[in-house]
């Protein structure tokens, strides 16, 4: 089971950016895919974006393409979300996830870690 631990939300102005940290440990944590997803009050978690375990493919939802940035640090086996011109409906829990599907659905991921806190102000 791959442990994850996030960093790096807070609170923010709406055009403003954040970079949000996750740091994946255990047995083959390097092979799996990383993602983020994110949850608001009254509402589902939703997939945000993903990459896979080489850092050479992404994916991202629509509503944030142009706007976040996912990365991988291989040799730290950390993944990164540059989020720019952020939008107060971009308020949310964000989870750094797990999968082992290409490409993930939110049902794929199957370990998570226990959230960071990203507010966005208007």
């Known amino acids: 089971q791959v442990q994850l631990v996030e960093s790096g939300g807070g609170l923010v102005q709406a055009g403003g950016s954040l970079t949000l940290s996750c740091a994946a440990s255990?047995?083959?944590?390097?092979?799996?895919?990383l993602g983020w997803l994110r949850q608001a009050p009254g509402k589902e978690r939703e997939f945000v974006a993903a990459?896979?375990?080489?850092?050479?493919?992404?994916h991202y939802t629509d509503s944030v393409k142009g706007r976040f940035t996912i990365s991988r640090d291989t040799t730290k086996n950390t993944v990164f979300l540059q989020m720019n011109s952020l939008k107060p409906e971009d308020t949310a829990l964000y989870y750094c996830?797990?999968?082992?599907?290409?490409?993930?659905?939110?049902?794929?991921?199957?370990?998570w870690g226990q959230g960071t806190q990203v507010t966005v102000s208007s």
């Open positions: 996830a797990a999968a082992t599907r290409w490409v993930p659905t939110s049902d794929d991921f199957i370990s």
């Open positions: 990459i896979m375990s080489s850092g050479g493919l992404t």
């Open positions: 255990g047995p083959a944590s390097s092979r799996y895919v």
